[in-house]
DNA sequence: TTGACAAGTAAACGATCGTTTACTACAATA
DNA sequence: TATTGTAGTAAACGATCGTTTACTTGTCAA
């Protein structure tokens, strides 16, 4: 992927989060990177392959970061690596780092709200949505949760999620502090919460 | 409202939760209706004034259903009536029942949709998509739980709130009984847990 | 019975869409 | 130095967009 067509896939990133795809022009496109239009068609076929390039780099960011960080790939989806052996802390420092990733990570934002605006208009890209945001990271939390051996790990599970994912839209509506206050707080509470329980469950076990 | 008006707000709905405002043509809103899009004109100016009836049809009903629950209206965001004796139950059955309301009422359903995917286009949708989902709710439930005597009532409305907010998109993704089913677990883990708490919170009073 | 009005149609308007074409400038290579 | 390929432009294409116009139909009150 040369250099330019990185910078047309931000660019075009950058304009189907805010007006989605469709509202996007390839005039548009092309004036964010000061050029014609007629240009983009030296580097992709068409409006469409540059949608798709988007989730083409997406996959490959998202397949970096899980070589880096030794962590399952997929969008935390395919999880049989869960059978690692994760702690309690480190179940919390890794919640904090994707919510820093799809808030602070300009791609990665953008390409979160992008698909939040495109998931009900084809089938595919409400699993992607799904897989990323939704029922994706609720089951690998539940699944390191449940690799821990604590109870109803599903219900658990939502508990520590569901929070991240409100607070993305709170900060996506401006409230950055409040949302990384709250992220915070409800980050202690869980870390708390879940050491109680699994002491005592070690506790019930003797 | 004629039926007739009522009718095009339904379908030009439907349509704008499926593929946002802007995929959306007179011509679809038309065949949807089984007439041609020049007949959308002897009811609507333009495609523009469809999309602002529909916000304002929906805070026609947001009044409506306040007026009947004799419960505070704007979206649930004005809440000088957090005054009122509320109980946990009441809480919770009220949550149960807004729960029911933005999933299987269709109206209700569509809108919310449609301002997930119009959120970014135009920071006037944002507040109202905050107002009806976000930090609107958020707050008020905060204020619910503040009036009980709850400490952090703050932290406390994150830990209530968010899981309806992440089961909205698991439902919309079609898993509609797992939705149901983590909701009901939700709200009886949330009465004990908060029963518990404002128990203690006596105890120590006296 | 007639005439006004409401609700629809078909066709056309100019604007903009995604895409293609013909052409230009320039950098690297043989 | 001659040539080839790359990355750009300007203009045009047909399709579709939101909207307007001229016209038709049916209903209902004077």
Redesign the interface.
Known sequence: MTEAKERVLAAALRLF???????TSTSDIARELGVTKGALYKHFASKRDIFESVLARMEERDAEKARENDLPEGALSEMESAYRAVSIDDIVEFAREMFRYWTGDEFASAFR?ML??E???DPEL??L??QY???GP?GYTADLLASLGLS?P??RA??F???M???F??W??G?RAEATS?LD??LE?AREALKKDLSKRARNRR
């Open positions: 989060a805010k007006n989605g795809y469709a509202a709200k939040t605006i998931q009900f208009r409400g699993a949505y799904q945001l939704g029922a609720l109803r599903k219900e939502v508990a999620y569901a929070p994912f409100l607070l839209a709170i996506d509506s409230a709250a707080a409800h509470e």
